[in-house]
C-alpha cells in the first residue's frame, strides 16, 4: 500500500529562521511527488511536482528535492505570510492522473 | 479567473438529510477527482471521472455516495441520509489528460477548488 510520512507534524519558526519539512515515501512505481500548500477553511494550492530522484524546483523561498525514499521542502528566511499547512502527495502506477495519496501534512508558523 | 469553483462553501444539515455538492474544474479539464478532508489529515481519495466515465471508486466511497459528471463537464456529488461521521471538507480537483498543455500544466498536476465544509448535526 502507497504511503506518506510527513515530519515534524507541527513546526515553528522566527522569521529568517531557515528550515526544512520532510516527506517519506513508499510507493510502487512512482509517477509524481507533489507539494502543496493549505491554508485554513481553503483547498490546497499546487507548488511543485517532482517527477525523479536528483530533482530539484524552486520558488521564491521554497526549494523542493527528491531522493529514491523522501522528498524535502526547504524554506530559506521564511515570512510570516509562508505560516500555513504543507502537503506532500505521491501518485503511483503505470497510468497517468491516478489519485494522489496524501500525507497528514506538516503545520508550519513563522513569528515575526 | 478560470479555476476550479465548488458549490456551496458551507453546508450545515441535520442527520438523515440528503446533500449534493457541485464542482465546475477548469475548462477543458478532462479528469475530475473528489477528496475528502477532516481536521488534522491529509485529502484522501473518494472517486474520479475521465469525462463522463467514472474511472474509480474509494472504498471510502459507501453506499449512501454517490457521483456523477454528466456531458463531462461539472460533477455533482451527492451524500444520502447523512451521519455526523460525513462532516469533512468535500474537495474538487481537476486535471488536463496526457498530451493537454493549458497555461504550462503538466498532464498529472491535480488543482484543487476551494472546498465544501460539511457539517452534520
Known amino acids: 500500500e502507497d504511503q506518506v510520512t510527513q515530519s515534524p507534524e507541527a513546526l515553528r519558526l522566527q522569521e529568517g529562521e531557515s528550515s526544512s519539512l520532510n516527506c517519506s515515501y513508499t510507493v510502487s512505481g512512482l509517477r509524481g511527488l507533489f507539494w502543496y500548500r493549505q491554508d485554513p477553511g481553503k483547498g490546497p494550492e499546487f507548488l511543485f511536482t517532482l517527477y525523479s530522484a536528483g530533482e530539484e524546483k524552486e520558488k521564491e523561498r521554497l526549494k523542493a528535492t527528491l531522493t529514491k525514499k523522501e522528498s524535502f521542502l526547504h524554506i530559506t528566511a521564511p515570512k510570516p505570510e509562508d505560516s500555513a499547512t504543507y502537503l506532500c502527495a505521491v501518485q503511483a502506477g503505470t497510468s497517468g492522473n491516478t489519485p494522489l495519496v496524501f500525507g497528514k501534512g506538516t503545520r508550519l508558523s513563522v513569528i515575526a | 479567473d478560470t479555476g476550479v469553483s465548488q458549490d456551496p462553501r458551507h453546508k450545515i444539515t441535520k442527520r438523515g438529510q440528503n446533500v449534493t455538492f457541485r464542482c465546475d474544474p477548469i475548462s477543458e479539464h478532462n479528469r475530475l477527482y473528489w477528496y475528502r478532508q477532516t481536521l488534522g489529515q491529509g485529502p484522501e481519495f473518494l472517486t474520479y471521472?475521465?469525462?463522463?466515465?467514472?474511472?474509480?471508486k474509494s472504498r471510502l466511497l459507501s453506499d449512501r455516495f454517490s457521483a456523477e459528471r454528466p456531458k463531462g463537464s461539472f460533477s455533482t456529488l451527492e451524500i444520502q441520509r447523512t451521519e455526523q461521521g460525513d462532516s469533512a471538507m468535500y474537495l474538487c480537483?481537476?486535471?488536463?489528460?496526457?498530451?493537454?498543455?493549458?497555461?504550462?500544466?503538466?498532464?498529472?498536476?491535480?488543482?484543487f477548488g476551494p472546498g465544501t465544509r460539511l457539517t452534520v448535526l
Open positions: 471521472f475521465q469525462n463522463e466515465a467514472q474511472l474509480e
Open positions: 480537483a481537476s486535471s488536463p489528460i496526457l498530451g493537454q498543455r493549458e497555461a504550462g500544466y503538466r498532464y498529472n498536476e491535480q488543482f
